[in-house]
C-alpha cells in the first residue's frame, strides 16, 4: 500500500536547492537576530565595565593630585620662609667645618659619619637635593599624550595621541613612574633622618645663633627640594592615570558604537524573518522570499563588518 503526497501539498514544497535554502530562511533570520542581540548586549556590557574601570582610574588619579598638592603646598611654605628670611636677614651660608665642629661628641655625629649623614651635611652645605631628579616618561607616544593634556590641546587631538598607545606601554610607564617614587623615597629617608638628628643637635641654647640660623636656612632650602621633587613624581603619575581614564572613555565609546550597529544588524534580520514570514503567510515564495533572504545576508554582511572594522 502506498501512500501519495497531494499535490497541494507537493507545491508548497521546495522544489530545489535554493528553494530549500529559501524555505529554511525564516529559521536562518531567528538565529541571526539571537546572535546579534547577543552581540549587542554584550558589546554594552563591555562599554559598562570600561566606564567602570576609568571612574576607579579617575579615582587613583585624584588621589595622586592631592598628594601633588599637599607637597607643593609644602614646598612653596618653605621656599616663602625662605625668602621672608632673605629679605630681613639675609641668607646665611652654612659652613661645613662647622658645622661638624658642632656636631662633635654628639649622637648627631655618628649620623653625620655614615653614607646619608655625609649626603645630608652635603646637601646642606651646597643647598641641592643631591638626588637625581625625577626623569620624564621614556616612551615617545606616552610623553607626547602628556604634553598634549597638559598644553589643553582639543579632545580630538588628545584622543587620537591617546588612541595611539597600547595598553602594555602605558601600563609600563606607569609602573616605571611608581617605581621612580619608591627609588626617590628610599634615597631621601635615611637622608632626611639624618638632617633630622643634626636639627635636634643645633637647635639648642648654647649653639651659636649664626650656626642656627644658617642651619635653618639649608633645612628649608632641602625640604622645598624634597618636596618638590616628590610633588613632580606624584603629577607624573596622575597624568598617566589620567592618560588611562582617556584610554578607557575611549574603549567604552567605541564598543557602545558596536552595540549600536550590532542592534541594527539584528533588526534588519528581524525584518527578514518578518518579511518571510509574510511570505509564507501569503504562499508567495518569489519575490517576497527573495527579499527575506537579501534581508538576512545584509545582516550578517554588516555584522562582519561591524565586527572586524569599526
Not at 524555505?23 to 570600561?50: H, I, K, N
Not at 598644553?151 to 601600563?171: G, N, Q, Y
Not at 625640604?223 to 616628590?230: G, K, M
Not at 522570499?289 to 550578517?300: F, M, Q
Request: net charge neutral; no cysteine; glycine share 6%.
Amino acid at each position: 500500500m502506498s501512500t501519495e503526497i497531494p499535490e497541494s501539498l507537493k507545491a508548497d514544497l521546495p522544489a530545489s536547492k535554493w528553494g530549500k535554502i529559501l524555505g529554511a530562511t525564516p529559521v536562518v533570520m531567528t538565529v541571526v537576530a539571537t546572535l546579534l542581540a547577543g552581540l549587542s548586549s554584550s558589546e554594552m556590557t563591555r562599554a559598562q565595565y570600561d566606564r567602570s574601570l576609568a571612574a576607579q582610574l579617575q579615582s587613583k588619579a585624584g588621589d595622586q593630585w592631592s598628594f601633588f598638592q599637599a607637597k607643593r603646598l609644602r614646598s612653596a611654605l618653605q621656599q616663602t620662609a625662605l625668602e621672608t628670611i632673605g629679605a630681613t636677614d639675609g641668607l646665611t651660608v652654612l659652613d661645613r667645618s662647622t658645622l661638624l665642629d658642632a656636631l662633635a661628641g654628639s649622637p648627631a655625629q655618628k649620623a653625620a659619619e655614615t653614607e646619608a649623614g655625609r649626603k645630608a651635611v652635603e646637601a646642606l652645605v651646597a643647598r641641592e637635593l643631591g638626588a637625581p631628579p625625577p626623569s620624564l616618561v621614556g616612551d615617545r607616544p606616552v610623553q607626547e599624550a602628556l604634553n598634549a593634556v597638559e598644553a589643553f590641546k582639543p579632545e580630538s587631538e588628545v584622543a587620537d595621541l591617546v588612541s595611539r598607545i597600547d595598553d602594555r606601554t602605558l601600563d609600563e610607564a606607569l609602573r616605571t613612574a611608581r617605581q621612580q617614587t619608591f627609588a626617590l623615597d628610599d634615597a631621601l629617608k635615611p637622608v632626611t633622618r639624618a638632617v633630622e638628628s643634626m636639627e635636634q643637635q643645633i637647635d639648642r641654647p648654647e649653639t651659636q645663633a649664626s650656626l642656627r640660623r644658617a642651619f635653618g636656612v639649608s633645612r628649608l632650602a632641602y625640604h622645598a627640594q624634597r618636596y618638590d621633587a616628590e610633588a613632580r613624581l606624584n603629577q607624573t603619575i596622575g597624568s598617566l592615570y589620567e592618560l588611562q581614564v582617556r584610554k578607557s572613555n575611549l574603549s567604552a565609546e567605541r564598543h557602545h558604537r558596536r552595540s549600536q550597529k550590532f542592534f541594527y544588524g539584528m533588526l534588519a534580520a528581524q525584518m527578514g524573518v518578518i518579511i518571510s514570514t509574510l511570505a509564507i503567510a501569503a504562499h508567495k515564495r518569489s519575490l517576497l522570499w527573495s527579499l527575506a533572504a537579501g534581508a538576512g545576508a545584509i545582516a550578517i554582511v554588516f555584522a562582519v563588518y561591524v565586527y572586524l572594522y569599526v
